[in-house]
């Protein structure tokens, strides 16, 4: 179950189970300590993939959703953090790169990609990054090529809380929800709030 902090990690989930997903939260991966690159000082703490949502009915890809949660207030604008990114930019009180460092660190991305098989045994996957909004269009993210190289042509994807919210919404019944977030959701509705 996701923290009751995170709205976005809550609400993403929420998404796969509709979609028919087991879900998992924070999933640790690190990079392996005999890996060439690998520095101690900076390679010692864990990250995680914030959800994981595994559904036995697909093939390929789409089997496994590997989600990085940015609730970020002022969204994702695409260029502006690969640009961040590439530039080496503080953003935060830290490097713009190190939230997102399975996409552009190989042995985070190596270890990125070790995590997601251990944990569902399949060898494909979707990344996805869950956005409060998006400032821009999705394929500059989706198909940036040094994203795409670290997650070996496996797709990536760039979800909206805005598209979560609607098809939630739209396939919520009056049975009480499984998650907390579902049932909040059916509560808006049964208030006649629209989403």
């Not at 190190?98 to 985070?108: D, H, M, N, Y």
């Not at 494909?124 to 394929?139: D, I, M, Q, R």
């Amino acid at each position: 179950m996701a923290s009751k902090e995170d709205i976005l990690e809550q609400l993403v989930e929420e998404f796969l189970i509709h979609r028919g997903y087991f879900v998992r939260h924070n999933i640790k991966f690190l990079p392996r300590k005999d890996h060439p690159d690998f520095v101690s000082k900076q390679d010692s703490n864990h990250s995680d993939i914030d959800v994981m949502g595994f559904n036995p009915k697909l093939k390929g890809p789409n089997r496994v959703w590997a989600v990085n949660c940015k609730s970020w207030q002022a969204g994702l604008n695409p260029e502006q953090k690969i640009k961040q990114i590439r530039e080496n930019k503080i953003v935060s009180g830290r490097e713009a790169w190190r939230g997102f460092r399975e996409l552009v660190v190989p042995k985070w991305s190596e270890a990125f990609i070790s995590s997601v098989k251990e944990a569902t045994g399949e060898p494909a996957f979707t990344y996805v990054t869950a956005v409060t909004h998006l400032k821009g269009t999705p394929e500059t993210w989706e198909q940036h090529p040094l994203f795409v190289a670290a997650m070996e042509g496996n797709p990536i994807k760039v979800v909206t809380l805005k598209e979560m919210l609607r098809e939630v919404s739209g396939v919520l019944s009056s049975t009480v929800a499984g998650t907390e977030f579902g049932r909040t959701l059916q509560l808006f509705k049964a208030a006649g709030i629209d989403l």
